[in-house]
């Protein structure tokens, strides 16, 4: 498969725990009736998901030497995506997150184990000219490289390649994160709404959208069931969700938004239709748990984006 985009980011595995019975509480048990093993991580999942949409993926980061990082491996293989990048490491664990399931909500404990160890050092920036677009997600788990994220975009972009950014959620929720430095070099800065209004410590969106309007280019702002939009230099532009009955959960659902909405990116397509197939991803991916479930190739996809919504792709 050619290779078009570059995923930087965190690796580990997602023990998914469904139909729990309670809350959890201090000093007692409580029981949950199923559970599910799957690749985890913001950027595998895009990355899987954008691989199984076509476009040529390769992924640079860092597991452990041990099982879970053999797993991780064998599944973004599985997925077609490269994993020659990915650096495996005797001294740390790999990561992994347990997640606790409630309907649409959920509740997560993450060990970040290698992820958080993984340096501009382990990346060679100069395989980048070998790329069109470079995708980081996550930088809150990524400590090891925080203090380079300027750096990192800055080269991206000075070897012509295009870059988006998802930063995630800031378990410390300190949100120190450099945007006037980074955002310049950033041509797709893709968070959701509760994280863009977290980081600009505002409580609208436009007024968050304000904040950051002189060092951005454009920003793309998941919004769940109120669909998507994105935002440039005081232009609007929106899109519908898909809405479904067939839910299963969310674990992953921003991530394959940003899948589709690259590969629509790559392909010249407007704001406006890369919008509407994040959608259409996003809500693709809540018909089966885990964050790769619904994915398996372009053609399924396809199938079922024709039977729960009657759309051609």
Same mark, same amino acid.
């Given at each position: 498969?050619?290779?078009?985009?570059?995923?930087?980011?965190?690796?580990?595995?997602?023990?998914?725990?469904?139909?729990?019975?309670?809350?959890?509480?201090?000093?007692?048990?409580?029981?949950?009736?199923?559970?599910?093993?799957?690749?985890? @991580?913001?950027?595998?999942?895009?990355?899987?998901?954008?691989?199984?949409?076509?476009?040529?993926?390769?992924?640079?980061?860092?597991?452990?030497?041990?099982?879970?990082?053999?797993?991780?491996?064998?599944?973004?293989?599985?997925?077609?995506?490269?994993?020659?990048?990915?650096?495996?490491?005797?001294?740390?664990?790999?990561?992994?997150?347990?997640?606790?399931?409630?309907?649409?909500?959920?509740?997560?404990?993450?060990?970040?184990?290698?992820?958080?160890?993984?340096?501009?050092?382990?990346?060679?920036?100069? /395989?980048?000219? /070998?790329?069109?677009?470079?995708?980081?997600?996550?930088?809150?788990?990524?400590?090891?490289? /925080?203090?380079?994220?300027?750096?990192?975009?800055?080269?991206?972009?000075?070897?012509?390649?295009?870059?988006?950014?998802?930063?995630?959620?800031?378990?410390?929720?300190?949100?120190?994160?450099? =945007?006037?430095?980074?955002?310049?070099?950033?041509?797709?800065?893709?968070?959701?709404?509760?994280?863009?209004?977290?980081?600009?410590?505002?409580?609208?969106?436009?007024?968050?959208?304000?904040?950051?309007?002189?060092? @951005?280019?454009?920003?793309?702002?998941?919004?769940?069931?109120?669909?998507?939009?994105?935002?440039?230099?005081?232009?609007?532009?929106?899109?519908?969700?898909?809405?479904?009955? /067939?839910?299963?959960?969310?674990?992953?659902?921003?991530? @394959?938004?940003?899948?589709?909405?690259?590969?629509? =990116?790559?392909?010249?397509?407007?704001?406006?239709?890369?919008?509407?197939?994040?959608?259409?991803?996003?809500?693709?991916?809540?018909?089966?748990?885990?964050?790769?479930?619904?994915?398996?190739?372009?053609?399924?996809?396809?199938?079922?984006?024709?039977?729960?919504?009657?759309?051609?792709?």
């Amino acid at each position: 498969m050619q290779k078009e985009v570059l995923v930087i980011g965190e690796l580990n595995v997602d023990i998914l725990l469904d139909k729990i019975k309670g809350l959890p509480v201090i000093g007692q048990e409580i029981l949950a009736d199923e559970m599910t093993f799957t690749l985890g @991580s913001s950027s595998a999942i895009f990355a899987a998901n954008l691989a199984s949409l076509g476009v040529g993926t390769s992924f640079c980061g860092m597991v452990g030497m041990d099982d879970f990082g053999k797993y991780i491996i064998t599944e973004l293989n599985t997925k077609k995506v490269c994993t020659q990048l990915i650096s495996e490491v005797p001294q740390y664990q790999t990561g992994v997150t347990i997640i606790l399931n409630y309907g649409q909500d959920r509740a997560n404990v993450t060990h970040c184990g290698a992820m958080e160890h993984f340096k501009i050092t382990d990346i060679d920036t100069n /395989q980048f000219s /070998q790329y069109r677009h470079l995708h980081l997600s996550s930088y809150f788990l990524q400590k090891g490289l /925080q203090k380079d994220i300027v750096h990192l975009f800055k080269t991206a972009q000075e070897q012509d390649l295009t870059t988006s950014l998802d930063i995630q959620w800031d378990p410390a929720n300190e949100w120190q994160f450099p =945007y006037k430095e980074c955002l310049p070099y950033v041509d797709l800065f893709m968070p959701n709404e509760a994280e863009l209004l977290a980081l600009t410590r505002t409580v609208k969106l436009a007024d968050a959208l304000k904040v950051l309007d002189t060092c @951005s280019n454009t920003i793309v702002v998941k919004r769940g069931m109120d669909g998507a939009l994105a935002y440039n230099k005081g232009v609007y532009t929106e899109a519908a969700p898909y809405l479904h009955t /067939q839910f299963a959960d969310a674990i992953g659902a921003g991530d @394959s938004f940003n899948a589709g909405f690259i590969s629509s =990116y790559l392909q010249g397509q407007s704001l406006h239709d890369c919008l509407l197939f994040g959608n259409l991803a996003g809500a693709i991916n809540t018909t089966a748990p885990g964050g790769t479930g619904a994915f398996s190739d372009r053609s399924s996809f396809a199938a079922t984006a024709k039977k729960l919504f009657n759309t051609e792709i």
